[in-house]
């Protein structure tokens, strides 16, 4: 019996899962439907499709926290600050979001934890963590069973300062567990050691909202499975399940990390070291940046309308996948999306009830994709999505065929436009990084995308449905720790006095997950002196000296300058500052390794009809038959078990010796 490691990805549309033979190196793919009634069946029905198989071990990325967010899930949270802060979340940042001209026509969206729900308790310490008046017990009991009273069972504690003294929050924590036993509680000094108040009050409350639901999955998965497994975290790492139940934010992008991780991985084995990623799904599309190999990673991100300062892979999520749907404005303008039909009832042609057009749909009625998915376990009804577009047609005043090809040119630009989001807007050229493309619908607009952006290259991996499956079997562990210090002048025995204590903390997390020689990593966020915000750089491992201070500095300079323009790197009027310190412990693992593509497979080619610029009969390549160095032209199709590449007029599309396909103009 075959010793594999698998890897799976719960998507709003399809589970993905891979398994990698331990022996062999052999790569093992399928997929299966999506429940989101309960996640936990489609995960288990996806292991179960690849047959007798002695397991060691399984590594996941859910959505669970993510979804819960997006859909604005949260209920039954409260929040304890320090007594004086209670309206922190409503004076949270003056910022308005992108879209909005000017302050007047926006309105702030209701809080995380609305206000009868927000409770404070006296003490106080300042910036230093010194206490400057002593934390009330009576009235953190008092809090504690007006919660228990109110039924209220999610709480994040986050008190003035804590930052640099937990010992207030400890002590709310130990009255919590005594006066409201059934409460699931949030500390920010665990979730997130750094200042700021509003952004950790968010972080902290995030944390304790998606955390029941997290530890009700979790738990009903790991007595399904009766075995212990590994999540995926948003920083780029995996934890194992016993752990992330205490940390349950950091899975907040917990599928996207692992898709660009995988994509990385594969487009540096073929030569690509720096990439954009694209992730299309059957609900949303994740955009990523490769640079020299490894994603750009954010402490900025936000899910939904909620910040969170965790460290996480920078990534941009838009609600353009398959699934998304397409609609007619107020003002009689064609949309498309951001509402997905998802998994159920799913595209029009899936036959499952579904009554809206979908991106899927119009593929179909232009015969993208063919009349089936997943080698034909998912027949698709063509008949259901013409009568669907024709119908919406009728709607516009358009010809079937322009409707659709409208819906995908639309799909397209709304794709593009968070494309340009992680490159342009950074002050990155487009054009100077191919883009690896994967997932069931990130192929289908590939030639559109390479036209609108510029690209000079588009890459579509081998089984491109399974890339964020495979990405989970390419991490480390990892876990992140911070730790305040604003200074002006550094204090070489205080910066490596925390640096130490970082470190042992992310030791002893190590240890307990099986890694005794663990590797950290060493950062800090610095600025130059009057500013708002940080860069954050690297920072060199060894002793911590006059000569390693001058080191980070000068990287702090370099990032400076790359990132904004300009460096104030000899000019003594602008100091610099350090504001964060920070350390990444990595438990390192054995990578799959990628095989070359010896020769091609089985399968054949055919002829359908097909529309791009027109309706003509059109070849349908199957992929498993073109070897390395098979060259196909457009107008054709390529097609295989998790996802269809359609290479338009005017383009060429090309197999290399790992059996990705290289799409260019020409």
């Given at each position: 019996?075959?010793?594999v490691?698998?890897?799976?990805?719960?998507?709003?549309?399809?589970?993905?899962?891979?398994?990698?033979?331990?022996?062999?190196?052999?790569?093992?793919?399928?997929?299966?439907?999506?429940?989101?009634?309960?996640?936990?069946?489609?995960?288990?029905?996806?292991?179960?499709?690849?047959?007798?198989?002695?397991?060691?071990?399984?590594?996941h990325?859910?959505?669970?926290?993510?979804?819960?967010?997006?859909?604005?899930?949260?209920?039954?949270?409260?929040?304890?600050?320090?007594?004086?802060?209670?309206?922190?979340?409503?004076?949270?940042?003056?910022?308005?979001?992108?879209?909005?001209?000017?302050?007047?026509?926006?309105?702030?969206?209701?809080?995380?934890?609305?206000?009868?729900?927000?409770?404070?308790?006296?003490?106080?310490?300042?910036?230093?963590?010194?206490?400057?008046?002593?934390?009330?017990?009576?009235?953190?009991?008092?809090?504690?069973?007006?919660?228990?009273?109110?039924?209220?069972?999610?709480?994040?504690?986050c008190?003035?300062?804590?930052?640099?003294?937990?010992?207030?929050?400890?002590?709310?924590?130990?009255?919590?567990?005594?006066?409201?036993?059934?409460?699931?509680?949030s500390?920010?000094?665990?979730?997130?050691?750094?200042?700021?108040?509003?952004?950790?009050?968010?972080?902290?409350?995030?944390?304790?909202?998606v955390?029941?639901a997290?530890?009700?999955?979790?738990?009903?998965?790991?007595?399904?499975?009766?075995?212990?497994y590994?999540?995926?975290?948003s920083?780029?790492g995996?934890?194992?399940?016993?752990?992330?139940?205490?940390?349950?934010?950091?899975?907040?992008?917990?599928?996207?990390?692992?898709?660009?991780?995988?994509?990385?991985?594969?487009?540096?084995?073929?030569?690509?070291?720096?990439?954009?990623?694209?992730?299309?799904?059957?609900?949303?599309?994740?955009?990523?940046?490769?640079?020299?190999?490894e994603?750009?990673?954010?402490?900025?991100?936000?899910?939904?309308?909620?910040?969170?300062?965790?460290?996480?892979?920078?990534?941009?999520?838009?609600?353009?996948?398959?699934?998304?749907v397409?609609?007619?404005?107020?003002?009689?303008?064609?949309?498309?999306?951001?509402?997905?039909?998802?998994?159920?009832?799913?595209?029009?042609?899936?036959?499952?009830?579904?009554?809206?057009?979908?991106?899927?749909?119009?593929?179909?009625?232009?015969?993208?994709?063919?009349?089936?998915?997943?080698?034909?376990?998912?027949?698709?009804?063509?008949?259901?999505?013409?009568?669907?577009?024709?119908?919406?047609?009728?709607?516009?005043?358009?010809?079937?065929?322009?409707?659709?090809?409208?819906?995908?040119?639309?799909?397209?630009?709304?794709?593009?436009?968070?494309?340009?989001?992680?490159?342009?807007?950074?002050?990155?050229?487009?054009?100077?990084?191919?883009?690896?493309?994967?997932?069931?619908?990130?192929?289908?607009?590939?030639?559109?995308?390479?036209?609108?952006?510029?690209?000079?290259?588009?890459?579509?991996?081998?089984?491109?449905?399974?890339?964020?499956?495979?990405?989970?079997?390419?991490?480390?562990?990892?876990?992140?720790?911070?730790?305040t210090?604003?200074?002006?002048?550094?204090?070489?025995?205080?910066?490596?006095?925390?640096?130490?204590?970082?470190?042992?903390?992310?030791?002893?997390?190590?240890?307990?997950?099986?890694?005794?020689?663990?590797?950290?990593?060493?950062?800090?966020?610095?600025?130059?002196?009057?500013?708002?915000?940080?860069?954050?750089?690297?920072?060199?491992?060894?002793?911590?000296?006059?000569?390693?201070?001058?080191?980070?500095i000068?990287?702090?300079?370099?990032?400076?300058?790359?990132?904004?323009?300009?460096?104030?790197?000899?000019?003594?009027?602008?100091?610099?500052?350090?504001?964060?310190?920070?350390?990444?412990?990595?438990?390192?693992?054995?990578?799959?390794?990628?095989?070359?593509?010896?020769?091609?497979?089985?399968?054949?080619?055919s002829?359908?009809?097909?529309?791009?610029?027109?309706?003509?009969?059109?070849?349908?390549?199957?992929?498993?038959?073109?070897?390395?160095?098979?060259?196909?032209?457009?107008?054709?199709?390529?097609?295989?078990?998790?996802?269809?590449?359609?290479?338009?007029?005017?383009?060429?599309?090309?197999?290399?010796?790992?059996?990705?396909?290289?799409?260019?103009?020409?």
């Amino acid at each position: 019996m075959r010793n594999v490691r698998i890897g799976v990805d719960t998507g709003g549309t399809f589970t993905d899962v891979v398994a990698v033979d331990e022996e062999t190196g052999e790569i093992l793919t399928t997929k299966t439907p999506s429940t989101p009634a309960n996640p936990a069946d489609g995960f288990v029905a996806g292991i179960e499709k690849l047959g007798e198989l002695d397991v060691s071990s399984i590594v996941h990325g859910t959505t669970v926290a993510t979804n819960q967010l997006l859909e604005d899930r949260i209920e039954n949270l409260g929040f304890i600050t320090t007594e004086g802060f209670e309206f922190v979340l409503e004076i949270a940042r003056q910022s308005v979001p992108d879209g909005y001209g000017n302050s007047y026509f926006w309105v702030k969206p209701p809080r995380i934890v609305p206000a009868h729900l927000v409770k404070t308790v006296g003490g106080r310490l300042d910036h230093t963590g010194a206490e400057v008046w002593p934390f009330s017990e009576e009235q953190a009991a008092e809090v504690a069973r007006w919660f228990r009273s109110k039924g209220v069972t999610a709480i994040g504690v986050c008190f003035l300062h804590s930052y640099a003294n937990p010992e207030h929050e400890r002590r709310m924590r130990e009255i919590l567990w005594r006066e409201h036993p059934e409460a699931v509680i949030s500390l920010s000094s665990d979730v997130l050691r750094e200042y700021r108040e509003y952004e950790r009050s968010v972080t902290t409350l995030v944390d304790a909202a998606v955390k029941p639901a997290m530890r009700g999955y979790l738990a009903s998965l790991s007595n399904r499975l009766g075995m212990p497994y590994s999540v995926m975290k948003s920083n780029g790492g995996v934890l194992s399940a016993r752990e992330v139940v205490n940390q349950p934010i950091t899975t907040i992008l917990s599928g996207p990390a692992a898709g660009s991780l995988g994509a990385a991985l594969i487009a540096s084995t073929a030569g690509h070291e720096s990439v954009i990623t694209l992730d299309g799904g059957g609900t949303s599309t994740d955009v990523a940046v490769v640079i020299d190999g490894e994603p750009s990673v954010t402490t900025e991100g936000t899910v939904g309308r909620y910040p969170c300062k965790i460290p996480m892979i920078d990534i941009i999520t838009v609600g353009a996948g398959g699934g998304s749907v397409a609609w007619i404005s107020p003002e009689g303008t064609l949309k498309v999306g951001p509402r997905s039909a998802g998994a159920d009832p799913g595209p029009i042609c899936y036959g499952r009830g579904g009554t809206e057009v979908t991106v899927t749909d119009a593929h179909v009625f232009l015969g993208r994709i063919p009349p089936h998915l997943l080698g034909g376990e998912i027949r698709l009804d063509a008949d259901a999505a013409r009568s669907g577009i024709q119908a919406l047609a009728g709607k516009l005043g358009l010809t079937p065929e322009r409707t659709a090809t409208g819906i995908l040119e639309i799909s397209a630009f709304n794709q593009s436009n968070a494309i340009r989001r992680l490159t342009v807007k950074r002050g990155l050229d487009v054009r100077d990084f191919p883009l690896v493309t994967f997932g069931g619908s990130g192929p289908l607009l590939a030639c559109r995308l390479i036209d609108i952006l510029g690209l000079p290259a588009v890459v579509v991996p081998r089984d491109p449905g399974n890339v964020s499956a495979f990405g989970l079997l390419t991490v480390d562990v990892k876990n992140d720790y911070v730790r305040t210090y604003v200074t002006r002048d550094l204090s070489l025995g205080k910066a490596a006095e925390i640096f130490h204590d970082l470190e042992h903390q992310a030791g002893e997390a190590l240890q307990r997950e099986g890694f005794d020689d663990p590797v950290y990593l060493r950062s800090a966020d610095l600025r130059y002196y009057g500013q708002a915000y940080e860069v954050g750089v690297t920072a060199p491992a060894g002793e911590i000296d006059a000569g390693w201070k001058d080191a980070v500095i000068e990287r702090f300079h370099e990032a400076h300058e790359k990132q904004y323009g300009y460096a104030y790197r000899d000019d003594p009027r602008h100091g610099v500052e350090w504001v964060n310190l920070r350390v990444s412990g990595i438990g390192p693992i054995t990578r799959p390794a990628i095989r070359r593509l010896d020769q091609a497979g089985e399968g054949g080619t055919s002829v359908r009809p097909v529309h791009f610029d027109e309706t003509r009969d059109t070849p349908i390549h199957q992929r498993a038959a073109l070897g390395p160095g098979a060259t196909v032209r457009g107008p054709a199709v390529i097609e295989e078990y998790g996802s269809t590449i359609p290479v338009h007029p005017g383009f060429t599309a090309k197999v290399d010796d790992y059996g990705n396909v290289e799409i260019r103009r020409d």
